[in-house]
C-alpha cells in the first residue's frame, strides 16, 4: 500500500538555521501531497500542499516541491525562528469514495534554540 | 470562526467501559475522519464518513464504531473490545471531492485507562 517515510528526529537546530525535513512516498497513484504541522497539546494544521509533479508549495517561509522522479517532497526553510518549534507530518492524500484518505509519516519534532 | 470541536479534552476510561468522544464542525464539510495518535507515530485513520447516514472503516477501526446522524457530528464510541485505547484522538473534515482537499484538524481528546 502507499507510504510516507521521513527524516528521523528530533531535529535541533538554532535560530536563523537552515531547515531541511526529508519525506518520500510511495504511491500507487498521483496523490496530493501535504505538509502539516502540530503545535504541542494541539490538533494538526496544514502548512502547505502540493497536488501535482513540480508544483511548489509555500507558506510562512516553509517551501515544499512535489519530485515524482525522486518520489519526494521535502520541507525547508531559509531561516528557522523558535515559533517553529513543532512536529511536522509528510503526507499523502489520495480520493477514495467521496473523501480522501490522508497517509501521514510518523512524524519529525524540531526543536529551534534561541 | 468556523472550525472543528472536540470534547473533552482529556477523558479517563475504567476497564469494561464504553466511552464516546465528541467532534463537531460548522465548516459545513461534507467528509468527517477519526484519527489515532501514538507517541513517536503518525496518524492512523480509524473511520471515515464521506456523507451523512454512511461511514466506512479505516486502517484501524477493530474495537471502535461511529455514526453520522448529523451533518455537523461524528462522535466515536471506544468500546471495551479496544484493547490498547490510550491514545491521543483526533477529528478531522474536508470539503468538496478528491485528493486535493485539505483537510481541518481539533484538537484532539487525549483518552488514558484508570
Known amino acids: 500500500g502507499d507510504s510516507v517515510t521521513q527524516m528521523e528526529g528530533p531535529v535541533t537546530l538554532s535560530e536563523e538555521a537552515f531547515l531541511t525535513i526529508n519525506c518520500t512516498y510511495t504511491a500507487t497513484g498521483y496523490p496530493s501531497l501535504f505538509w502539516y504541522v502540530q503545535y504541542p497539546g494541539e490538533g494538526l494544521q496544514l502548512l502547505l500542499k502540493a497536488t501535482k509533479a513540480d508544483d511548489k508549495g509555500s507558506n510562512k517561509g516553509f517551501e515544499a516541491t512535489y519530485r515524482k522522479e525522486t518520489t519526494s517532497f521535502h520541507l525547508e526553510k531559509g531561516s528557522v525562528q523558535v515559533s517553529d518549534s513543532a512536529v511536522y507530518f509528510c503526507?499523502?492524500?489520495?480520493?477514495?469514495?467521496?473523501?480522501?484518505?490522508?497517509?501521514f509519516g510518523q512524524g519529525t519534532r524540531l526543536t529551534i534554540n534561541p | 470562526d468556523g472550525g472543528i470541536t472536540q470534547s473533552p479534552k482529556y477523558l479517563f476510561r475504567k476497564e469494561g467501559q464504553n466511552v464516546t468522544l465528541s467532534c463537531e464542525q460548522n465548516?459545513?464539510?461534507?467528509?468527517m475522519y477519526w484519527y489515532r495518535q501514538d507517541p513517536g507515530q503518525g496518524l492512523r485513520l480509524i473511520y471515515y464518513?464521506?456523507?451523512?447516514?454512511?461511514?466506512q472503516k479505516g486502517d484501524i477501526a477493530e474495537g471502535y464504531s461511529v455514526s453520522r446522524e448529523k451533518k455537523e457530528s461524528f462522535p466515536l464510541t471506544v468500546t471495551s473490545a479496544q484493547k490498547n485505547p490510550t491514545a491521543f484522538y483526533l477529528c478531522?473534515?474536508?470539503?468538496?471531492?478528491?485528493?486535493?482537499?485539505?483537510?481541518?484538524f481539533g484538537d484532539g481528546t487525549r483518552l488514558s485507562i484508570l
Open positions: 465548516l459545513n464539510h461534507d467528509a
Open positions: 478531522a473534515s474536508s470539503g468538496g471531492r478528491g485528493a486535493s482537499q485539505p483537510q481541518h
Open positions: 503526507a499523502l492524500g489520495e480520493g477514495i469514495q467521496g473523501a480522501q484518505k490522508l497517509v
Open positions: 464518513s464521506q456523507i451523512v447516514n454512511d461511514f
